[in-house]
DNA sequence: CAGTGAGCGAGCTTCCGCTTGACTT
């Protein structure tokens, strides 16, 4: 066999298949351009250590804790083909180019190609922020060595999530349930779940009574609300705090008693406007998509969960619609913004586009910007029209959300005029009421002509702040008035999660990472911590106990900031001011006043599981989470009026679907009435002057057969 | 179903972040 010449070809290696081929067009003959897929090796399973190691220090986490934290990696299983591939393509080439992403776990994936392919030929490394021609080019003339600065970070933050992960969920294991887990990203976001049902829970709702009215002149008329009665503002929603208690110390609070004698006392007053205010309105439009805005628009119009419309996003990439789906930047390249700007000026016309382009500053936590904001692929944008016959259904949808996403954050400010009339008349008893209403009117439409962002339920108040136009009435008009009525409204709780707002939080936060934020909301569904209901994101009483044990043992670890802090030390470590294996021994073994994961595990002392396990729901009434569920317990002793035994308690089960902050203290009585028939006694003795037909086996049958005769 | 429990104690569960297919339901 004659011995292989070498093709004299230059191996380039990116992470993403799509991204390959692209680049390979722009980097012409001479290159090779493969594709890791993502990492290939990683920290395994303890379980599958080699069983000598298994008994060392590497054996509890993969990972030497008694050495530096040297991490034990290995080949991914279903990476061992790639590697195999990767290999025989270098033994061809006469040069490695490592494009993969550049970010830290680009980085990692860099020196991890390294450290498996071996490469006898010269090594570089090259990133790039967007793929064009120029841009590759431009990574060709910067070549530079891989930053192991940059890789210690990765490896430590891949380090510490199994040391927090490995340590800390067998103590759940023990204490609650088999089977739950602990994380850095997942705890936190199930704190954030739990805490927004604890406010719910704790919310004590109030409720005030205002009056509206439809007023005119002539012909036109237009709805005004109450706004103040004797020179004092009118409470609303918003002058309530979530104790039901009124905040605001000049505001009058009107019941309905008030609301409706005032009502009736207007119904032949005279009314006249007092002021007419007219203030300049202008909008701006919204950044491009990245990841997570993505999730939530798609989510908020057109009803797609995040796991699907990364799914669809993926599709339309890699068919090559649009650019990369995981992102954290909202920047368009030159290419993307002159194409936008052009696109927007032909179809909306040259006074639709501002002078210079439109520059969105990063409002993430921790972004990483190795990608630019998701858009439509290429130097000119294919309009929704033009791809209609080649996508269905929701994968056109998408595209399209994401086309005019685009081209709006490119166009001018949407412009108009608020104005607000205020009118007022003085009622029969003698009360001052004074009236607003305003209204928006757009005289330039600028990016609202392409796109307008949705929005997620609002909280109190409806807003009034509609785009109408009000009709033209001065000073001192005299104006009719009709259906003045008064209207009750209650404050309500702040809304729970859904997955758009709660991925929206998390990225505010800097917690997890574009690629992983619909699998982090999978995970806290598949432990049982959270359930969807609708679309809201409601917690399990099983993630009350998780909580609220992490809180009380792990504080600092459950923290909203840990993540925040983790990532202000290793970009210490990136930037050579901090060592990586000194920070975990600091993390894992403590250092001065700080304990350490290690020791605070080791001495967690008496964790009471009953105590843990327990809410207090009633007097007397206490939720416990149990082996098969969530169940109620009354503490409260009862004699057995057959046997005139003494009952110590009784117990009922809570229904699967119930949520949390419907279990009050009303709900748990009438839970543990209807309950099994032990505990009838329970419920005489405890409401004796009602009358109660106890639903058992016995009586539900006749009564069910009477009725219905 | 039954509720933090007698004794012995095997074997099991778990993290985050980067990427796609190859699987089943």
Redesign the pocket.
Same mark, same amino acid.
């Given at each position: 066999m004659p011995s292989k010449a070498k093709t004299g070809k230059k191996l380039v290696i990116v $992470? @993403?298949?799509?991204?390959s081929k692209t680049i390979a067009k722009y980097l012409g003959e001479g290159f090779i351009v493969e594709a890791s897929?993502?990492?290939i090796r990683?920290?395994p399973?303890?379980?599958d250590l080699p069983a000598e190691l298994k008994k060392t220090s590497v054996g509890k986490f993969a990972v030497d804790i008694e050495n530096d934290f040297k991490p034990y990696y290995v080949v991914s299983p279903?990476k061992k083909k790639k590697v195999a591939e990767l290999k025989a393509q270098l033994k061809d080439a006469d040069a490695l180019y490592l494009a993969t992403?550049g970010?830290? $776990?680009g980085e990692a994936i860099a020196w991890h190609l390294l450290e498996v392919l071996k490469p006898k030929v010269p090594v570089y490394r090259m990133t790039f922020g967007e793929i064009t021609k120029e841009a590759i080019h431009r990574a060709m003339d910067n070549l530079r060595d891989v930053d192991s600065a940059l890789v210690d970070a990765q490896e430590t933050? #891949?380090i510490l999530?199994?040391l927090y992960?490995?340590e800390i969920?067998?103590v759940l294991?023990r204490k609650v349930a #088999?089977?739950l887990?602990? +994380?850095?990203?997942? @705890?936190v976001v199930t704190r954030m779940v739990v805490d927004r049902e604890r406010e719910r829970m704790a919310f004590k709702s109030a409720s005030y009574w205002d009056l509206t009215g439809q007023f005119g002149t002539g012909s036109a008329t237009f709805k005004a609300k109450l706004a103040a009665v004797d020179g004092a503002k009118v409470a609303s929603g918003r002058d309530f705090n979530d104790d039901g208690v009124l905040t605001s110390a000049n505001a009058v609070h009107l019941n309905d008693e008030l609301a409706t004698s005032l009502a009736a006392g207007l119904e032949n007053a005279d009314f006249r406007v007092r002021s007419v205010d007219t203030k300049p309105y202008t909008r701006r439009p919204a950044a491009p998509f990245t990841t997570s805005t993505l999730q939530q628009e798609a989510g908020r119009k057109l009803r797609f969960t995040s796991k699907s419309t990364m799914q669809i996003a993926?599709r339309l990439y $890699?068919n090559g619609y649009i650019t990369y789906m995981?992102t954290d930047s909202s920047a368009l390249s030159d290419e993307a913004l002159t194409a936008a700007r052009r696109q927007a000026a032909e179809l909306y016309g040259p006074e639709y586009v501002p002078q210079s382009p439109r520059v969105y500053a990063n409002k993430a936590a921790n972004a990483?910007e190795a990608h630019e904001a998701i858009r439509p692929a290429g130097d000119s944008f294919r309009t929704p029209a033009q791809v209609a016959n080649h996508l269905t259904g929701d994968a056109f949808r998408l595209y399209e959300l994401i086309w005019k996403r685009t081209i709006a954050s490119q166009m001018g400010d949407a412009k108009g005029s608020t104005a607000t009339i205020r009118l007022g008349a003085v009622a029969t008893d003698g009360r001052d009421a004074e009236f607003s209403a305003s209204g928006t009117v757009i005289t330039f439409p600028g990016f609202l002509a392409a796109y307008e962002e949705g929005k997620d339920e609002s909280r109190g108040d409806d807003d009034s702040d509609e785009a109408r136009r009000l009709p033209n009435v001065a000073k001192d008009d005299s104006l009719t008035a009709s259906d003045i009525i008064a209207i009750g409204h209650e404050t309500s709780p702040p809304p729970r999660y859904t997955e758009a707002s709660l991925t929206a939080e998390l990225e505010k936060r800097g917690i997890? #990472?574009? @690629?992983?934020y619909a699998s982090?909301i999978s995970?806290i569904q598949d #432990?049982g911590y959270v359930r969807k209901q609708g679309s809201a994101l409601v917690p399990s009483w099983i993630a009350f106990s998780v909580i609220r044990l992490l809180e009380q043992h792990f504080t600092d670890y459950v923290d909203y900031e840990f993540t925040a802090d983790m990532e202000g030390d290793l970009d210490k470590i990136a930037n050579g001011q901090a060592v990586g294996a000194a920070w975990l021994k600091h993390f894992y073994y403590g250092e001065d006043a700080d304990p350490g994961l290690l020791s605070i595990v080791n001495n967690l002392g008496e964790i009471d599981?009953?105590e843990i396990?327990s809410v207090p729901i009633a007097e007397g009434i206490t939720l416990?989470? +149990?082996?098969? +569920?969530p169940?109620l317990e009354s503490s409260i002793p009862t004699v057995d009026p057959k046997t005139g035994e003494v009952v110590e308690s009784a117990?009922a089960?809570v229904p699967e679907d119930l949520a949390p902050d419907e279990l009050t203290a009303a709900k748990a009585v009438e839970l543990m009435e209807t309950a099994a028939p032990r505990n009838a006694s329970w419920a005489r003795t405890r409401t004796p002057d009602t009358p109660w037909l106890p639903r058992t086996a016995d009586t539900a049958p006749t009564s069910l057969r009477s009725s219905r005769r």
């Open positions: $992470e @993403s298949p799509a991204k897929i993502g990492h990683d920290l399973q303890p379980s279903d992403d970010d830290r $776990e933050r #891949r999530d199994r992960g490995y969920s067998p294991w #088999r089977g887990s602990a +994380g850095r990203v997942q @705890s993926q $890699e995981r990483q997890g #990472r574009p @690629s992983t982090t995970t #432990r599981a009953r396990n416990r989470v +149990g082996k098969f +569920g169940y117990r089960n």
